[in-house]
């Protein structure tokens, strides 16, 4: 439908089992489709800061205080760092995460997002 709607490029983006189903048939569907599909996932930067490369660590907690911040309940997390919290995985939360750090994340990847986006709707005719 978005094809035969006239669409050129998708973004394709949610949590992680839809945006991986998209992207394992990524190359499939653009040939079939005649479409380019894009998402959000990964990172420019050498710190990994980005969307999607980690689970409830520095990344996601940073962007959801930077956006949600009253769903962020540090307090739940064991005080003692030497502890690792369940469910956690890459740059402790404890350590790591912050409102601006999450500013920053999404700084990056508005930044990334308009240059891929720019740079496939050149190639698009």
Same mark, same amino acid.
């Given at each position: 439908?978005?094809?035969?709607? +006239?669409? &050129?490029? /998708?973004?394709?983006? @949610? =949590?992680?089992?839809?945006? %991986?189903?998209? $992207?394992?048939?990524?190359?499939?569907?653009?040939?079939?489709? +005649?479409? &380019?599909? /894009?998402?959000?996932? @990964? =990172?420019?930067?050498?710190? %990994?800061?980005? $969307?999607?490369?980690?689970?409830?660590?520095?990344?996601?907690?940073?962007?959801?205080?930077?956006?949600?911040?009253?769903?962020?309940?540090?307090?739940?997390?064991?005080?003692?760092?030497?502890?690792?919290?369940?469910?956690?995985?890459?740059?402790?939360?404890?350590?790591?995460?912050?409102?601006?750090?999450?500013?920053?994340?999404?700084?990056?990847?508005?930044?990334?997002?308009?240059?891929?986006?720019?740079?496939?709707?050149?190639?698009?005719?």
């Amino acid at each position: 439908q978005i094809s035969r709607s +006239g669409f &050129k490029v /998708l973004v394709a983006h @949610g =949590h992680g089992p839809s945006t %991986g189903f998209v $992207i394992d048939r990524r190359e499939e569907w653009e040939e079939k489709y +005649g479409l &380019k599909i /894009l998402n959000c996932w @990964g =990172h420019r930067d050498k710190e %990994g800061m980005g $969307i999607m490369v980690d689970h409830a660590a520095m990344n996601e907690t940073s962007l959801v205080m930077a956006l949600r911040p009253e769903l962020v309940k540090m307090e739940y997390l064991p005080a003692d760092t030497s502890k690792w919290p369940v469910g956690i995985g890459g740059k402790d939360p404890r350590l790591w995460a912050s409102s601006e750090k999450g500013k920053e994340i999404l700084a990056i990847q508005k930044e990334r997002m308009v240059n891929l986006i720019a740079e496939t709707l050149a190639g698009v005719r």
